[in-house]
């Protein structure tokens, strides 16, 4: 009978079986699979040819040991039920988990010595990094520079200029959507927006000035500052078409905004969108899909912001470049028929 040259189909391959079949050591076969350059080419194909007739995969926590790292990374957020932040949090998993990265979630409910405690925690897990998920885009304080890892911060950026942030660009948000609805031939153009206090409400309207003026218009009024709510959509649309009746598109800064508007120019009997477009900001689905005409809005792209972010940290702990600064990624509008009808 043949001595067999692997191991029975019940048990798994092990370095062993790999570095068997190839003719190798098992020190050998193991820089050859971790990629180290002490391995003869022909040696590594040898034992990469090996691994894949046996179907080997490597022991994660060996590998990690091997190249000192632990295969795990930290995410930590202030707000675990935020709309926001879980997009952040599901596109950096993503990103992770096609790298067989395990991800420790910890959430600091804006406490800032909960946050010191899950950083503690994390380091003593030994964590190859972190991302740290802000719940709005203002900026919030550093971590520090003297952590043993890297950390990359997303959505709300960093206050030290020497940490990597991926944020969405809330500017040029502001300044696509009303290139939409100038694309869309209106050009009295008002905007009615949320909390001044937050950086997004200025830099989209920032935004939106500049579009307009690059048009050689102005905005029908100032931007009208109040609440993230449709409430304050509805009272400030009755003041915006009390004085001003010509209007014929109003930028909502969020769809809970801009389902606000649509309530009140439905009741003053104006169309949407023949009469008056409307859209809004962040695209949350079970509000723009449930406008009557559905609402055309901008996506700030947060699981691209994720996966952005988490690529970066890989990077760091690969031992590439870090990089450092705010790093702002293109939002994009998704059109329905709130600003063009639509068969």
């Known amino acids: 009978m043949a001595q067999a040259t692997g191991p029975s189909r019940s048990q798994p391959a092990t370095l062993s079986d790999v570095a068997r079949l190839a003719g190798v050591s098992i020190a050998t076969a193991s820089k050859a699979l971790n990629g180290r350059s002490q391995v003869r080419a022909e040696t590594r194909t040898r034992v990469i040819e090996a691994a894949e007739r046996l179907a080997f995969r490597p022991n994660q926590v060996a590998r ?10 930290g995410l930590l957020t202030s707000d675990l039920e935020g709309r926001f932040s879980i997009p952040i949090l599901m596109g950096a998993e993503d990103a992770f988990g096609a790298g067989e990265v395990a991800v420790f979630l910890c959430d600091a409910r804006g406490d800032a010595i909960r946050e010191q405690h899950h950083v503690r925690a994390l380091l003593g897990r030994r964590v190859d990094g972190l991302i740290v998920v802000g719940s709005r885009t203002d900026p919030r304080p550093s971590l520090g520079r003297e952590l043993p890892v890297p950390v990359v911060y997303a959505y709300a950026p960093s206050e030290n200029p020497e940490d990597l ?18 694309a869309c031939g ?7 927006t949320g909390d001044p206090g937050y950086a997004a409400a200025q830099e989209r309207a920032e ?32 003041m915006l078409l009390d004085q001003h009746p010509e209007v014929d598109a109003v930028l909502g800064g969020s769809d809970q905004i801009a389902r606000g508007v649509i309530d009140v120019l439905r009741e003053r009997g104006r169309r949407v969108p023949e009469d008056v477009a409307v859209m809004g900001f962040d695209n949350w689905r079970v509000l723009t899909s449930a406008s009557r005409p559905p609402l055309t809005s901008v996506d700030m792209n947060l699981e691209q912001v994720g996966r952005a972010a988490a690529h970066a940290l890989f990077t760091a702990i690969s031992g590439g470049t870090r990089r450092s600064g705010v790093e702002p990624l293109p939002c994009r509008v998704v059109i329905r028929g709130s600003t063009v009808p639509l068969s």
């Open 207 to 238: 935004g939106a000035r500049a579009a307009l003026a690059g048009a050689g218009l102005a905005l029908v009024g100032e931007p009208r500052f109040g609440a993230w709510s449709e409430g304050w959509g509805r009272a400030a649309t009755a």
């Open 186 to 192: 209106r050009t009295r153009i008002a905007h009615i």
């Open 165 to 182: 942030s991926i944020v969405p660009d809330s500017v040029g948000a502001g300044r696509i959507a009303v290139e939409h609805l100038l």
């Open 64 to 73: 990690g040991l091997l190249a000192g790292r632990t295969g795990t990374v």
